[in-house]
């Protein structure tokens, strides 16, 4: 028999909505920040060119922001839905970053209003650019005070638990606790990457169907730049998260690596699958650099899963999820920095179609690291919910009928997809850019 | 004054703040899914367009706010109300959702459709109804504890009077407060037919609105008797809102003075709120919570007040420049076009 069990749904749900909100979320963190890059440049060369890049891209924004909204206020209220005994022992120690988020999203929501309904009502072009300061910066520090949360969850301080009672509460040491430095800056600068490939991404995808106009290159030479500034961020912040993770939470590394013994000089495994004696298959093995990630140091000895408890071991299959974002992470660095490097030289084999087809695909492969990177860091925790205080299951609702709204958020989620994409292909169809040029340029008379 | 009390009234200010810019969005998407039956789709689409297009995504801040706060002030209210509320509120965030979305995909694209417009606008009165929801069952008897965990009584809920008045309420409320506020707002916009139109609404709706909330406080009695007893003790609130509210009619009938109006309804609804929150104190949930055994510890009450104070000490100008730019900025209300 089949039986009802709302710690399963609990989890499937809060997952779904995570992995649905954060698609829009990176994007609501990194776009703006492209848009006033776009738009600087364009107010400083004079050029039309970037100041319609910004405009179209702000306008594309609108829509994933609407989605970001939705969702974020569904996973913010189903914290407390889904997860009611954790959000009451965390709230106690954790809320004054999730409170003052709120203030960020404020910020952020106020001035995109005003920069989205007063393009035309500026003289001064820097005067509206300068509105979204404010909204990139509203919307970083939104990722920066949920990202303390899920540190703390990570990495519990600022509290004592003494005979079961809540003591010593201190939220800022809770806030600074020893997984936000790597988390943060990691969400920060993948958030930018990921923004700056997708916006690439899609002039990649123009000038692939043949419309060779000036602007859509204009778009992907500044794209490609910033990412490739980007992924390199994101490899070495990367390696500090290793690093981090060697310190405070070495099953988690280890799981990755479906390292079991503890060793030295130990190698780091990509890929392979699992024998029936639990002997990795092949897999292709980096001599030294599980001892190199973890401690900088070829020699070192990096913990084994074996020491630990079996039922405080997080599942194997994140072995796969970190394996795959760090093989993206390479690739897009590796790819932008070709790119780079046959403009410079002139090589003429970037303008070929093959290679802008990679180009296209630097985006969904973002978005794809973003998502494995953050299904590594959260079954990477299990069975924890707050690392040594509670476990996942104690933190549940036992409330009926999650399976019933598990459904009807799935339907939501995929009338939300669907509809976004479709909206977003409609918007830029109806209106392209060669026409939008036209059109400023008989505005000012020059026809 | 104690924390708990700063607390509570802090987010019970916010929550009123919702109530009110969210009753205009509400409303206004009835009246504009309406008017599109009606065909009266071109008097109404512009004053809607213009005003609530700008400020959506910050009314659903307001909502964020206090749902974030109530659970750091009041750890305990995650736990209480968390669980028993997993399927009222799952359908409010749904409807939330299909009325979000709708500002971004209509301006491009989806333009046309009925459908989309009509569950827009029904969304509208189904939130508030879902919403209020809350309120009932912070009025106690419809949660009772299986196994240490609240459990909700969905038929004594679906059966109680209680319910269907606070439901009612909480629509047309929603209904007079917008219709109220349009007509306002259509005045400064010198939009005369859409104001002759909201001015109709607005005192067709007054009348639901005062009789369902007589109607609460007289079940009350029957259901909360200690609730009802604290609103007696503090009559006199009520009775100064009541007076608020002929004002605003009076006004409204006499066609003069539309922003005065709004502003005694604002003092109408401001008045019967805190009454009603000073009366429902200390519980946060009868008979099981109150805000003294809910609260958090000092260390955190203390680092949110003064999150609290720097937080709004950036908001105010931020919303007092939103307010200047959109909603009394004379020249925008009328769709002049100006440049700075
Ligand atoms: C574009 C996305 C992307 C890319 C290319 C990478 N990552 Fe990543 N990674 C994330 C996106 C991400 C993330 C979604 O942002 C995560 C999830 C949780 C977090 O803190 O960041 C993450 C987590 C995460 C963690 C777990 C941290 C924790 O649980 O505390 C480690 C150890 C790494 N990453 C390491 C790397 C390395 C060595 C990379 C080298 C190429 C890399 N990541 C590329
Ligand atoms: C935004 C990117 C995120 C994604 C894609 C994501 C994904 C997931 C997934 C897949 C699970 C289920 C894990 C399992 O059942 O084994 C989960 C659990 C959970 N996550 Fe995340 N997560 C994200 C960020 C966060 C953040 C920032 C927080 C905290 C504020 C958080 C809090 C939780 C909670 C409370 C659970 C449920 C308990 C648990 O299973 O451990 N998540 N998440
Ligand atoms: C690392 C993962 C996450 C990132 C980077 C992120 C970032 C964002 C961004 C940029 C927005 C759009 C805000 C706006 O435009 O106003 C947003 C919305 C939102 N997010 Fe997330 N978020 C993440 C995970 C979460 C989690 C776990 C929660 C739950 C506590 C959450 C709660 C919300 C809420 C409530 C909103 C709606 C805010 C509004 O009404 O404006 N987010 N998020």
Do not use: C
Request: net charge neutral; charged share 15%; no cysteine.
């Amino acid at each position: 028999m089949w039986e009802y069990d709302p710690v399963f749904f609990s989890r499937t749900l809060t997952g779904l909505t995570l992995a649905f909100h954060i698609i829009y979320a990176t994007i609501g963190v990194g776009v703006p920040l492209m848009i006033a890059i776009a738009q600087w440049i364009g107010i400083k060369k004079n050029d039309e060119h970037y100041i319609l890049l910004a405009r179209r891209w702000t306008r594309g924004f609108v829509i994933t922001v609407a989605v970001g909204v939705v969702t974020g206020t569904a996973i913010g209220l189903q914290l407390s839905l889904l997860w009611p005994n954790f959000m009451e022992l965390a709230g106690h120690v954790i809320s004054l970053p999730l409170f003052m988020e709120t203030f960020a999203f404020f910020f952020e929501a106020i001035f995109l209003g005003i920069y989205l309904y007063t393009w035309d009502r500026f003289e001064n072009q820097k005067k509206h650019m300068l509105l979204l300061i404010p909204v990139a910066i509203g919307a970083s520090f939104s990722a920066f005070f949920i990202t303390m949360v899920n540190s703390f969850m990570n990495t519990p301080q600022g509290f004592d638990i003494v005979n079961g009672a809540l003591v010593n509460v201190d939220p800022i040491a809770a806030m600074f606790n020893p997984a936000t430095p790597t988390k943060v800056a990691h969400v920060l600068t993948t958030a930018y990457m990921t923004s700056a490939f997708i916006l690439a991404s899609i002039a990649a995808f123009h000038l692939l169907k043949g419309r060779n106009h000036i602007y859509h290159k204009k778009s992907l030479y500044l794209m490609m730049k910033v990412g490739l500034i980007f992924s390199i961020a994101t490899v070495i912040v990367g390696d500090f998260s290793g690093k981090f993770l060697a310190e405070y939470q070495p099953e988690k590394l280890a799981a990755a690596e479906w390292h079991f013994e503890t060793e030295e000089k130990a190698p780091l495994k990509m890929f392979g699958w699992l024998d029936d004696d639990g002997e990795v298959q092949g897999a292709i093995e980096i001599p030294f650099a599980l001892s190199i990630l973890a401690h900088s140091d070829p020699t070192s000895e990096v913990i084994g899963l074996n020491e630990f408890p079996e039922d405080e071991r997080p599942p194997l299959i994140v072995h796969y999820f970190f394996d795959i974002m760090v093989s993206i992470g390479v690739w897009l660095t590796l790819i932008s920095l070709l790119y780079w490097f046959a403009i410079g030289q002139g090589w003429r084999f970037v303008q070929k179609k093959f290679f802008n087809f990679l180009l296209v695909l630097t985006g969904p492969l973002a978005i794809i690291a973003i998502e494995m990177g953050w299904f590594y860091a959260e079954f990477g925790r299990q069975p924890w919910i707050l690392r040594g205080f509670m476990k996942t299951p104690e933190g549940a609702t036992t409330a009926g009928y999650v399976d019933t709204m598990l459904l009807l958020f799935v339907g939501l989620y995929i009338v939300l997809g669907t509809a976004s994409v479709i909206v977003l292909r409609k918007m830029f169809k109806k209106n392209p850019v060669e026409k939008e040029l036209a059109d400023h340029a008989r505005e000012r008379g020059e026809w | 004054m104690d924390l708990a009390i700063v607390g509570i009234s802090v987010l019970w200010l916010f929550l009123f703040g919702y109530i009110i810019i969210a009753s205009i969005d509400f409303g206004a998407g009835f009246f504009s899914a309406y008017s599109e039956l009606a065909h009266t789709k071109h008097i109404l689409h512009h004053i809607i367009q213009r005003y609530l297009s700008p400020v959506w995504e910050v009314t659903n801040v307001f909502l964020v706010f206090f749902f974030v706060g109530i659970v750091g002030f009041f750890p305990s209210t995650a736990f209480y109300y968390g669980t028993a509320l997993l399927v009222p509120v799952s359908i409010s965030i749904i409807l939330l959702a299909i009325r979000g979305s709708y500002y971004a995909f209509q301006t491009y694209g989806a333009k046309d459709s009925k459908v989309y417009i009509f569950l827009y606008g029904l969304a509208g009165l189904l939130i508030p109804a879902s919403l209020s929801i809350v309120l009932t069952i912070s009025e106690g008897g419809f949660v009772e504890m299986v196994n240490d965990a609240p459990k909700l009584m969905y038929g004594e809920l679906f059966f109680s009077p209680l319910t269907w008045s606070i439901v009612m309420l909480s629509v047309v409320s929603v209904l007079y407060i917008s219709a109220t506020f349009l007509t306002a707002y259509a005045d400064v916009a010198k939009d005369d037919k859409a104001r002759g139109l909201l001015r109709k609404y607005a005192l067709a709706w007054s009348g639901p609105t005062i009789l369902s909330a007589g109607l609460i406080i007289m079940q009350l009695q029957q259901h909360n008797a200690e609730h009802f007893q604290n609103i007696m003790d503090i009559w006199w609130v009520f009775a100064l809102s009541f007076v608020f509210f002929i004002v605003t009619v009076v006004l409204l009938w006499v066609k003069k003075y539309y922003s005065l109006a709004f502003w005694s309804l604002i003092i109408q609804f401001a008045l019967a709120f805190f009454g009603y929150g000073a009366s429902h104190y200390p519980y946060l949930l009868y008979p099981y919570l109150t805000i003294y055994d809910g609260f958090t510890n000092d260390a955190m009450a203390t680092a949110l007040i003064i999150a609290f104070i720097a937080g709004f000490a950036l908001l105010i100008p931020s919303l007092f420049l939103l307010a200047r730019l959109f909603l009394f900025n004379k020249r925008y209300v009328r769709g002049e076009k100006r440049r700075y």
